[in-house]
C-alpha cells in the first residue's frame, strides 16, 4: 500500500479491493457498544483543513479516534494560514511533531502533493480544489455495493456540474477501475472539453440520457468556485433544464450524492429524502471506509502496526 493517497490512481484496482474489504471489517465496529479498537494505537493523525467540510472532517476525525489515534484538527480560519503563513511553512511546522498521517483539504489544486514533498507523514488528500477526492470515491463504492453487489457492467451517470467536482473525477476513474461504464451529464458550460476522454467517460447535454442509467449521481452546483456570473444562465433555468426529479428517473435507478445538497436545484426534496437514495449510506460508509483509508496508511509503513487481520484491526475489546 503506498503511503499517499492523492489520487484514485495511487491505489488501483488492487488497492481500492485492500481497502475496502478493511472496510467491511471496521463496520463491525460501529455496531458495537463499544466502537473503539486500538488499531492505531500510539499513532498520530492531524487534520488539517483549509476549507469547509463537515463530513469529510468529521468523519476523519472520528474515524482516527475510533481506532485510538492521537488525532489534532488544525482549521485554515484561525491558523497561521491566516497571518499570511504559505502552505509549506504549514506543513513543516506540523511535520516537526512528527505526525504519522496528514489529512489535508485545500481549496487549491495540487496542494496536497505539495504538502507531501515536506513531510514523512503518510498524506491522504480530503479534497483540493475541482481536482481529486480518493476517499469519497471510496466510500461510494462501498456503498452502492452494498445496494447491488458487484459494479461490473454497471452504467453509472454524473449528472450536473462536472466542471468543478473533484466527486465527479476521481468517481469515474474509480468506478472505471471496478468495471463500471461512467457517463457524464450536463449543460455544456459545465463540461470541460476534453474530459470525456481523460475521463474514459461517454459525454451528452441530454437529461433524459440519465435513463440508461443504473446509478444517477446527482454533483452539487458549486457557487462557490463559479465566480461572477455563474456559468448558467440562472439556477431556476438550471433545475427545470437538469434538475433530477421523480419524473426524470425510472423505477429501480439507484441516486446518489455526496453533500451537501441544493435541494431544489440539482436534486429535488422528494428525491433527496427518498429512503431508495443512497445519501445516508454514502455518510454512514464514510466512517468506516476512513477508518480502513488510515489503518492502511500506516499498515504499509517501514515499522507496521500489527497484520491487518480481522482480529488483529478490530482487536479483542
Avoid: W
Avoid at 160 to 165: F, I, R, T, Y
Avoid at 205 to 219: C, E, F, K, R, T
Amino acid at each position: 500500500m503506498s503511503r499517499r493517497l492523492i489520487e484514485i490512481t495511487d491505489l488501483g484496482r488492487d488497492g481500492i479491493e485492500e481497502v475496502l474489504a478493511h472496510a467491511r471489517g471496521f463496520e463491525d465496529v460501529l455496531d458495537r457498544d463499544l466502537k473503539k479498537v486500538p488499531a492505531l494505537r500510539g499513532r498520530s493523525v492531524i487534520n488539517v483543513f483549509f476549507e469547509s467540510s463537515t463530513r469529510t472532517s468529521t468523519s476523519f476525525e472520528l474515524a482516527g479516534k475510533r481506532m485510538s489515534a492521537d488525532v489534532v484538527n488544525v482549521k485554515g480560519a484561525g491558523s497561521s494560514v491566516d497571518k499570511g503563513e504559505s502552505l509549506k511553512d504549514t506543513i513543516l511546522t506540523l511535520a516537526a511533531y512528527s505526525p504519522d498521517i496528514l489529512v489535508i483539504r485545500h481549496a487549491s489544486v495540487g496542494a496536497c502533493q505539495i504538502a507531501a514533498r515536506f513531510t514523512d507523514a503518510a498524506v491522504v488528500n480530503a479534497g483540493d480544489g475541482k481536482h481529486a477526492h480518493p476517499t469519497q470515491s471510496l466510500l461510494d463504492i462501498h456503498a452502492l455495493r452494498a445496494r447491488v453487489g458487484s459494479l461490473e457492467g454497471r452504467h453509472v451517470a454524473f449528472v450536473g456540474d462536472v466542471a468543478h467536482s473533484r466527486v465527479a473525477r476521481s468517481g469515474a476513474i474509480a468506478f472505471g477501475l471496478c468495471g463500471a461504464k461512467v457517463s457524464l451529464v450536463g449543460p455544456p458550460t459545465l463540461m470541460p472539453p476534453g474530459i470525456g476522454q481523460a475521463l474514459a467517460a461517454d459525454v451528452s447535454h441530454d437529461i433524459a440520457d440519465i435513463a440508461a442509467a443504473d446509478v444517477v449521481y446527482v454533483l452539487r452546483m458549486q457557487h462557490e468556485r463559479m465566480g461572477a456570473g455563474g456559468h448558467v444562465p440562472s439556477l431556476r433555468e438550471y433545475a427545470a433544464l437538469y434538475g433530477v426529479s421523480h419524473r426524470r428517473l425510472r423505477p429501480g435507478q439507484v441516486v446518489m450524492h455526496a453533500g451537501p445538497m441544493n435541494r431544489g436545484v440539482e436534486i429535488s426534496d422528494a428525491v433527496a429524502d427518498d429512503p431508495e437514495a443512497l445519501v445516508q449510506l454514502q455518510a454512514r460508509s464514510g466512517m468506516a471506509v476512513r477508518m480502513a483509508v488510515l489503518y492502511s496508511m500506516v499498515s504499509g509503513a517501514e515499522a507496521p502496526i500489527e497484520a491487518p487481520s480481522a482480529s488483529t484491526a478490530l482487536g479483542a475489546s
